[in-house]
Structure formats: C-alpha cells, structure tokens
C-alpha cells in the first residue's frame, strides 16, 4: 500500500480530482468538485471521498460530506456536491480539504488524491452594517458582536461578565452590614453606656463585666456573624477572578484577528499589498490588533463591572437614602455626556497620533533597507535629523491625547468631592429630622466617595475603548482592501471548463482511432 492508500499492484484507470483548487462563493449555497476518471474507462470503478477541516469548520462554514463515488464502465467524470453555509458574518477567504482514498478497480492521482476548496466572503469586516466610515460607536459595537462569535470568546465573555459582578453584590452586602452594626448594635450600646454613666456614679464596668451581660453576649454573636459575612466571600471571589486568566477569551480574539490580517494580507491584490507596505502590515498585527482587543473588547467587562456598581449604588440610595439619588444620578450622567460629546475630538487626536508613529516606523524601515545609499552619500546626519522631526512631532500629539484624557478624568473625583461636601454640610440637618440616621449618613458617604471612584475607572475605561476606535479605523480599513481571489476563481473555472472539453476531445479522438483500428483489423 502506497501513501494514497491504493494497492502498489495499480490498475490502468486514474482517479483524481480535476485541479488541486476549487473555489466557491459563501452566498453560492454549494460547490461542485469534480472527480474525474483517467485511462482505461472499461470496468466499474468506486473511490471513497471525505471532507477535512481548514480554516473553514464543518458545521459553521461547510457541511462536511463523506461517502463512495461509483464510476459505471465508460463513465469518466462525476461530482461532489458540497453545502456552503452562509453565515452572513465576515470572514477572511477560508478552505477546507477533500480526500480521494480506499480506490477498487483503478488507482487515485498520485498529486491530485486530494484538494483545497476556498469560500470566498464578500460581507464587509467587521459587518455589512458598519465600515470604515461608520461612527465609531457602531463600528465598535459591530466588531464586539463579530469578536463574540468566537466559541471561546463567547462563553469566557460569558463567565467573565458574572465573575465581575460578585464583588459589587459584596460592596451592597457590606454597605448594609455597616449600616445596621452602626444602627441596631453600636448605636444602641453607646446610648445605654451613657444611660449607665448618668444613673451611676462608679466607674463604668470592665469588659469582663458587659461580656456577661445577655444583651452584650446576643450583639456579640450578630457581630461575630456579621464579621465572617463581610470578609469571608472575597476568598471565594478572588478563586474567581483568578480563573478569569485562564479563559482564554484576550488570547482567542487577538489570535482570531491576527489570523484573519495575515489571511487577507496574503490575499490582497498588488496595488492593495503596495499600499499597506510591510510595516503596515507588521503594525497591524503587532500593534492594532492588541490596541483593539486589550483596550477595546477586553475594556468591555470593566465598563461592566464599573457600570453594574454604579447602577447598584443607584438602587441603594433609591430604597435606604432616596435624597442623595439625584447627587448620585449626576456623576455617571455627566461623565457620560462628556464622552459623547468629546468622541470626534479624541478620536482625530488619536489618529494623528498613529499617523505620526507609523511615520516612526517607515522611517525606521526606509534606513535599514536603504542604507547602502545612505552610506554611500552620505547622509546618515540627515535622516537622523529626519527622525528627530517626526519624532518631536508625535510626542507633541502624544502629550494633547494625555493631557485631553487628564482633565476628562478629572470631572469624577471633583464632582464626588464636591458632592460629599455637600452632604457633610447638611447631615446634621438630615440627622436631626429623621431622614437619615447615623448608620445611613455614613454608609451614604461612603457610597457617594465609591460612585466617583467607580465613575472615574468607568470614564478611563471608556476612552480606552474610545481610543482603540483609532487602530480599528486601520484594520477595517485593511481588511476591506481588494483581494484577488475574485480574479482566481474566474480563472480557475475558466481552465476547468477547458479542461473538461479537452478531455472529452481527447476522449473521442481515442475512441475513433480503435474504431478505425478495429475496423482494419476486421
């Protein structure tokens, strides 16, 4: 038995595929490979065929095909049908393989035992709904969408969205803790202690003394209770939040984007490839895909644990201090106007900013690959100075992107700070008339301090995921770029087409000739 898995004794008929590449449109619904029978035609012949994953999976891009052709005497070509699924989301051309095995009456091709099909994609990365010149917020909420298809970005997405949410279920816990130990335990201790003190004149009992005392044994135990509820669970969401690194789902988008760059890059027609260059595409796929994927997708489960506190913090003071709701509204409200507001602004900075360090890297590329001339005229000082230029140019960009996030991030802790304020002037106030009481004054500052916190990481979340609009401008931009794979196809159909007819040409051509022999011979 030979690799191809024919018997080494091989017969006169050939069966192989008809090219090692076919090519087929994802909006087609199937393709066609054909299979086709050499030599001596007389005699049946059967050939097992399977299907073999790529890049394309069985299931998600093709349905995999398995079975036996059977070639009756002087039949000389069949064909293979194969579902192509539409799965109306962008994806970079992909193949799968097929594989001609286990022949019976003839042996398969020695080259073309098996093929290479390629589904062309003609949707718009990352979506037909959004492109290069879509506003940034769709085209970042589109390329979330196409990042969340993946199997393993999807559930570890899943998992991580939960795992982020148990501690601010636990800051709720231990808000109330505060405020009923404060309320229903020390409150009420301190008061009696001063009633102890006015009605006798001896020293206050030890702690030995009050330790005894039912009332004082009963706290104790709420206390004690209320200690293990506050600390015990953060042991149980840190075992989580350390899993979080090892669900893959930064690893699995990068590498999914990464692969889908190269995919196209190798695709691209000439113009197109000239116009990305190399360092384009080395930018590309060291640098865009890790700004969009670290600070954009993998941003999105911060903004959600900060947006799920923030939105807790609201329901607290609904239903415990209903009168600080408004102060607390304000800060997310306020902070995200200012982001709306001040997309296009941040967006044109941060894309002059990469046009200024991709010069960087150009200039970087033209000296290592012209530096014989450079040597030989001389001229090593001026592309020094050269780069120095553009050099001072981008860290000018480079200090506007920071110093426009400072003073946005800014707003949170200055409005919290103020509000807090604000508060401290009028407790006593509240305090007094029974709309708060001591336990819920304290608890209410502390939740107005969290809710500017909280914000400020919101705010910084955000324009990371705002800034990494930049480096997806330039891989959309990319991705859509003409291939030539269109020009292939046609050519290969083209060439299978004549090749058929030549064959059945030849074919004929064969059998007159032992017609005309049989005839003399006769």
């Not at 506003?135 to 969340?148: G, P």
């Not at 954009?296 to 911060?302: A, C, L, S, T, V």
């Not at 990371?464 to 159909?493: C, E, F, Y």
Request: proline residues 3%.
């Amino acid at each position: 038995m030979n690799a191809a898995g024919q018997s080494s004794t091989s017969p006169v008929s050939i069966v192989q595929f008809q090219t090692r590449t076919f090519y087929a449109v994802e909006t087609e619904g199937e393709m066609c490979v054909d299979v086709v029978r050499l030599g001596d035609a007389d005699g049946t012949v059967t050939v097992a065929y399977e299907c073999e994953d790529g890049a394309a999976k069985g299931g998600i891009n093709y349905t995999a095909v398995s079975g036996t052709l059977t070639f009756a005497s002087g039949e000389t070509e069949q064909s293979i049908t194969v579902p192509i699924l539409d799965t109306g989301n962008w994806n970079p051309t992909l193949e799968f393989h097929m594989r001609l095995s286990t022949p019976t009456g003839a042996t398969v091709g020695l080259n073309l035992h098996q093929c290479r099909v390629w589904i062309i994609d003609k949707d718009r990365f990352p979506s037909s709904k959004a492109g290069e010149h879509s506003h940034s917020f769709t085209l970042l909420y589109e390329f979330f969408l196409h990042a969340a298809r993946h199997p393993v970005v999807r559930s570890g997405s899943l998992k991580t969205f939960a795992i982020d949410q148990l501690p601010n279920v636990l800051y709720v816990v231990q808000l109330a803790i505060q405020v009923r130990l404060v309320d229903h335990i020390l409150q009420p201790l301190a008061e009696e202690r001063e009633q102890q003190q006015e009605q006798q004149a001896a020293e206050p009992p030890t702690f030995l003394a009050w330790s005894v005392h039912p009332r004082l044994a009963s706290t104790q135990l709420t206390a004690l209770v209320m200690g293990l509820s506050y600390a015990l669970p953060i042991w149980l969401i840190n075992y989580f939040r350390l899993s979080k690194c090892w669900l893959g789902v930064g690893g699995a988008a990068r590498k999914q984007l990464q692969a889908n760059l190269l995919r196209k890059y190798v695709n691209l027609t000439t113009r197109a490839r000239a116009e990305v260059g190399r360092a384009g595409v080395i930018e590309a796929l060291s640098r865009y895909s890790y700004e969009v994927v670290d600070h954009g997708y993998m941003r999105i489960f911060d903004c959600a644990k900060s947006l799920g506190k923030i939105l807790i913090l609201l329901a607290w003071s609904i239903t415990v201090s209903a009168a600080t709701f408004p102060l607390m509204l304000l800060l997310p409200t306020s902070l995200i106007l200012r982001v709306v507001c001040m997309e296009r602004e941040s967006t044109a900075l941060r894309l002059k900013l990469f046009r200024m360090q991709d010069l960087v890297v150009a200039h970087a590329e033209d000296t290592t690959r012209n530096f014989e001339l450079i040597r030989d005229y001389q001229i090593r000082p001026l592309q020094a100075q050269r780069l120095e230029r553009v050099v001072t140019e981008a860290n000018f960009f480079f200090n506007a992107v920071w110093e426009f996030d400072t003073r946005s991030a800014l707003v949170a802790p200055t409005l919290a700070a103020l509000f807090a304020g604000i508060l401290i002037l009028v407790s006593p106030l509240l305090v007094a008339n029974g709309y708060f009481t001591l336990g819920e004054v304290l608890a209410a500052l502390q939740a107005v301090t969290s809710m500017g916190d909280e914000c400020e990481l919101f705010f910084q979340s955000l324009v990371q995921i705002q800034h990494a609009v930049s480096a997806l401008l330039k891989l959309t931009h990319l991705l859509n770029l003409p291939t030539d794979v269109g020009d292939r196809m046609r050519a290969n159909r083209w060439r299978r087409q004549r090749g058929k007819a030549k064959r059945l040409q030849a074919r004929e051509a064969l059998d007159e000739r032992r017609s005309s022999c049989g005839a003399r011979n006769s």
